[in-house]
């Protein structure tokens, strides 16, 4: 199943959107989808990130510096 929603586009943005759809052959509909869909699986990731860097610093948990690390996993020169 899928449910509609209305977009409101910069007339800039949207000139855009209907010149890359007339280019490729896809609809409008189609690259508003894509878009949605990748910044919305981006948006998760950041705020699950958060939130696990939030938890981690409120529960005391270890942190390494990039040059700690190094050493830890033995990478350091």
Same mark, same amino acid.
């Given at each position: 199943?899928?449910?509609?929603?209305?977009?409101? !586009?910069? +007339?800039?943005?949207?000139?855009?959107?209907? #010149?890359? /759809?007339? $280019?490729?052959?896809?609809?409008? @509909? &189609?690259?508003?989808?894509?878009?949605?869909?990748?910044?919305?699986?981006? !948006?998760? +990731?950041?705020?699950?990130?958060?939130?696990? #860097?939030? /938890?981690? $610093?409120?529960?005391?948990?270890? @942190? &390494?510096?990039?040059?700690?690390?190094?050493?830890?996993?033995?990478?350091?020169?």
């Amino acid at each position: 199943m899928t449910k509609q929603a209305a977009v409101r !586009l910069p +007339d800039e943005t949207y000139s855009r959107l209907k #010149s890359l /759809a007339e $280019r490729t052959g896809r609809t409008a @509909t &189609f690259y508003i989808r894509e878009a949605v869909e990748e910044h919305l699986e981006d !948006l998760e +990731d950041l705020y699950a990130a958060e939130q696990a #860097s939030t /938890a981690h $610093r409120k529960s005391g948990g270890r @942190t &390494f510096s990039l040059n700690e690390l190094d050493v830890e996993l033995g990478l350091g020169n």
